[in-house]
């Protein structure tokens, strides 16, 4: 029984992974079946407005008439409703017909289509089609790095894209940014690649709703997961943030843009007011990496500030965004912390927290032959997915030897092992979703029955949203307590030669690199 009870928390590697593969099966069912009846609603809609579009643009050509933009915007409810009653369409086409002959003698030529609202800007004048829509009018552009095919070369790949129009405010909780400064993450470099494109794409169709996610199209993909910026207006139920208030937040991978453009949609829950007394350029390289290691620690890790200060951690990595933010985070927390880099990072990664000891990384297996004697309640890793395999399996083989000399008495709590590089959004790109799911659950028994033989809880661990965690890491900057990890800043315009910098193998540079709009 007591063998029993000291086994129990391996379990908690899973961390739910096959209920979650269960029920995702059984959603993602439901959702094609969904998709599938509502096309035909869609493809009718679809066409009804691009009637539309066309009647403008011949009615505007006609005229001699200089380009304009109209912004048509369709709500959820206003979508179910004519894939419903198809025979209101006509209706529709015939109210924004002379709606617009009656916004002036020169009707726009162009017409975009967006979901959520039905609004219809013109430059001269705005107006409202009942009670269901809003009209405002916009002459800013924005420009934006995206990604428009998926290439191993970042320059067949990526594309400064101007729109004509910012953004729009969808739902009322949702905040506009201007964004001053923004970095580039790891996971930007492999989304360019097509990195994730199967899962992220189908929960982007999962979280928004419209004609535009039905038929939707990831690319162009704009990417950049974290940013600093200036509010520029807030939906009806924001009261945290104020338009002109500087902010910093994060953006989802399976969002539908990122934060390397002019501009930015983002929910008021991703984002909170930026830290005093730090540039922008300075902030934008800490909060997705910094969220990515809070969750790490807190959310798989289970650590709490309170308990951490008598816990002995490892972070593999430690020269990179997360492995650097988590070593200050778990140093803040009084935590006994080893870290490794290369060798021409150590100097840099001291300077930034006073870690307890830095490893070469490549005389890892050496360090741990050496303190066999010693164990570590957490092991982050950190480091690169190609060595995140090598890295478990050199945990493992030590913890075999502590486990067989006998001479490290058992742990009341079993270590844990985290690892960043999940199987999951690879596995699914080059399975599908069936069989990569499988793959996936595979990968966990394998994973969870090394921990089992090891004495090691092996868990997989990844960026998760939190307001409340943003709100702890802009305090700890303002004490200095964290420090962000700029490396090298270059304007945007020169968007391509960061990325090629922050793809190098072997880093020229320590810290983020980080693109500067203003």
């Known amino acids: ?75 959820a409810n206003v979508y179910k409703f004519f894939s419903r009653c198809f025979c209101k ?12 002959l009656n916004l002036s003698s020169s009707p726009p030529s162009v017409i975009m289509f967006s979901t959520n609202i039905i609004r219809v800007t013109s430059r001269n004048s705005t107006s409202k089609i009942g009670p269901l829509c809003r009209c405002s009018s916009s002459t800013a552009t924005s420009r934006s790095w995206s990604v428009t095919r998926y290439h191993a070369d970042l320059k067949h790949s990526l594309q400064l894209i101007n729109r004509p129009t910012v953004p729009t405010i969808y739902r009322p909780s949702e905040v506009l940014v201007r964004v001053h400064a923004a970095s580039i993450n790891p996971l930007d470099l492999s989304m360019s690649r097509g990195y994730g494109q199967v899962l992220l794409s189908l929960m982007n169709v999962v979280s ?47 969002a539908d843009g990122g934060s390397h453009a002019d501009h930015i949609v983002v929910d008021e829950s991703s984002i909170w007011r930026a830290p005093v007394g730090v540039s922008s350029v300075n902030a934008a390289s800490l909060p997705y990496v910094g969220l990515t290691a809070w969750s790490a620690l807190v959310n798989f ?43 021409r990072s150590a100097q840099w990664l001291q300077s930034l927290v006073a870690v307890d000891e830095v490893v070469d990384y490549r005389q890892l297996a050496e360090y741990l032959q050496e303190c066999h004697q010693e164990s570590f309640d957490l092991i982050l890793d950190a480091s690169p997915p190609e060595a995140s395999s090598a890295n478990l399996q050199l945990i493992s083989s030590w913890r075999q030897k502590q486990l067989s000399s006998r001479q490290q008495p058992l742990q009341k709590s079993l270590p844990v092992y985290l690892t960043l590089t999940s199987p999951l959004l690879r596995n699914l790109d080059s399975k599908g979703i069936f069989g990569g799911s499988v793959a996936t659950a595979f990968q966990a028994l394998t994973d969870t029955a090394s921990g089992l033989l090891d004495r090691t809880s092996v868990r997989w661990a990844y960026y998760m949203p939190n307001q409340k965690a943003l709100k702890c890491l802009t305090e700890l900057v303002e004490a200095g307590d964290i420090k962000p990890q700029t490396g090298l800043v270059l304007p945007f315009d020169q968007a391509l030669d960061a990325y090629t910098v922050a793809d190098q193998q ?8 980080v693109l500067k709009m203003l």
Not at 231 to 242: S, Y
């Open 1 to 75: 029984m007591c063998g029993l009870t000291q086994s129990l928390p391996y379990f908690h590697g899973f961390n739910g992974l096959f209920l979650f593969l269960f029920v995702t099966q059984c959603v993602l069912l439901s959702i094609f079946l969904a998709l599938h009846l509502a096309e035909q609603g869609a493809v009718k809609l679809k066409e009804a407005l691009f009637e539309i579009k066309q009647f403008f643009a011949r009615k505007s050509l006609k005229n001699g008439q200089r380009k304009r933009a109209i912004v048509v915007e369709i709500d």
């Open 89 to 100: 369409l006509q209706i529709f086409k015939r109210l924004l017909v002379e709606f617009s």
């Open 208 to 254: 928004s709703t419209g004609i535009d996610r039905i038929t939707y199209d990831r690319l162009p993909l704009t990417l950049g997961r974290d940013f600093v910026g200036e509010v520029l207006t807030t939906g009806q139920t924001v009261t945290n943030f104020k338009p002109g208030q500087m902010v910093w937040g994060t953006v989802s991978p399976f």
């Open 301 to 343: 890790g289970q650590l709490t500030p309170q308990t951490v200060a008598t816990k002995r951690c490892l972070v593999l990595g430690g020269g990179g965004g997360v492995g650097a933010a988590a070593a200050q985070l778990l140093k803040h927390w009084n935590a006994h912390v080893v870290v490794t880099c290369s060798a």
């Open 506 to 513: 072997v880093k020229s540079v320590d810290g983020k690199v």
